[in-house]
């Protein structure tokens, strides 16, 4: 009802006002020219920018298998029939014909939009202005619906992780040799259409993607997050070298810069092009770090900052993806039999604590 998105878009405003908000999405029909025209002067009024964003799809083939995929599963079909519900969505859908009034070129040139056709076949961009604009469209024009699997592994146990040591470019060490061939044989073994690997440019991603028989591409923004002058040490050494570094990095994880480095904050912008990407993949498997891996897993289990520098990402586990409607599916796959070290850190309950000593992970549990 009206009462409803007018409700809908005070409660947006506020949380702009209040919570500093920068982007909004009002996720609603809007069928007509006359609600789309309400909500433009409704932005207007506050001064903010607003972009349209339509799809719409008359290949039925896609239709079908989106409203089975995705729709049937929405909490209005709950304890619904699978038949049934596909024929009362495209009820719905018949119902909505009647009186949608679809974006136009030349009836709507006054406003922002991106109007996407059967699902990427074609696009009609009109005003679309600033950076904010442009990246959703750029990240529009670059998803798809197609099944598809996204495997995440950090690179085999390395050198550097036995001595506890953080950054650097070690090599992998023996362990992380046999964990190399044991991950070549399983993804072999799995048969994924048009897969391709990417890793980072350090030897231990690159050394771990050595059996896999597919493509490899190393992405540089792939690299673990640059430790500064912290890069080879370990925790020890940092806390006994940089003592007011240690503890600001254990006070806020995620916004903390290393001197001379980099933040999760940096890491995540950085790594932009690579999520966008890994959006237009069929089957990919990315061989990356601790924290580049934490990054992945954030955008696509939808974890919040607060989250993402604590998530747990141990070694010699492949973590496959399936996107799903309404999130992801994650499933952890232990590989080979050897107990690599553990270096995850967990937040301390006193800033500045060391809470961390190198320790076989016990893959069996």
């Known amino acids: ?15 702009f006002h209040k919570h500093d908000g920068i982007v909004g999405v009002f996720d609603a029909t809007n069928t007509t020219r006359e609600r789309r025209q309400f909500i433009q002067e409704f932005a207007d009024n506050r001064g903010y920018k607003t972009l349209f964003c339509e799809s719409v799809c008359d290949d039925m083939r896609i ?10 599963r929405s909490p209005d079909y709950k304890d619904m029939n699978k038949d049934k519900a596909v024929d009362d969505f495209f009820k719905r859908i018949d119902h909505y014909k009647k009186q949608y009034e679809t974006l136009d070129i030349s009836m709507d040139k006054h406003l922002s939009f991106i109007k996407i056709i059967d699902v990427g076949e074609q696009f009609h961009l009109n005003r679309v202005h600033g950076h904010i604009q442009s990246k959703i469209v750029y990240y529009l024009m670059n998803t798809h619906v197609a099944p598809r699997t996204i495997y995440l592994c950090r690179h085999g146990e390395s050198t550097f992780n036995v001595t506890g040591k953080i950054g650097g470019n070690g090599d992998l060490s023996v362990k992380g040799e046999h964990f190399a061939k044991e991950l070549g044989a399983y993804l072999n073994k799995q ?10 440019q350090m030897n231990r991603t690159v050394q771990t993607a050595t059996y ?35 503890a600001e990095r254990d006070d806020d994880k995620f916004h903390y810069r290393y001197p001379l480095g980099e933040s999760y904050e940096d890491l995540v912008a950085r790594m932009e092009p690579v999520i966008v990407e890994l959006e237009r993949q069929v089957n ?17 289990l939808d974890k919040s900052s607060e989250e993402l520098p604590y998530m747990v990402c141990p070694l010699h586990t492949v973590v496959r993806l399936t996107p799903i409607a309404y999130g992801c599916r994650r499933e952890d796959i232990r590989i080979g039999t050897e107990n690599p070290v553990d270096t995850h850190r967990d937040k301390p309950s006193v800033s500045g604590s060391v809470n961390y000593i190198p320790k076989s992970l016990n893959i069996n549990k």
């Open 191 to 200: 048969g994924l259409d048009g897969l391709t690997v990417w890793t980072s």
């Open 63 to 72: 239709l079908r298998a989106n409203i089975e995929e995705v729709k049937i």
């Open 284 to 300: 990919v498997v990315v061989i990356c770090h601790q924290a580049v891996m934490r990054c992945l897993m954030a955008y696509f």
């Open 212 to 246: 896999i028989n597919a493509p490899i591409l190393q992405w540089k923004c792939l690299n673990e997050i640059d430790a500064g002058v912290c890069e080879s040490l370990s925790y020890d050494e940092i806390k006994q070298r940089y003592p007011k570094e240690f």
């Open 1 to 15: 009802t009206q009462s409803t998105w007018e409700a809908a878009l005070t409660d947006m405003d506020e949380w």
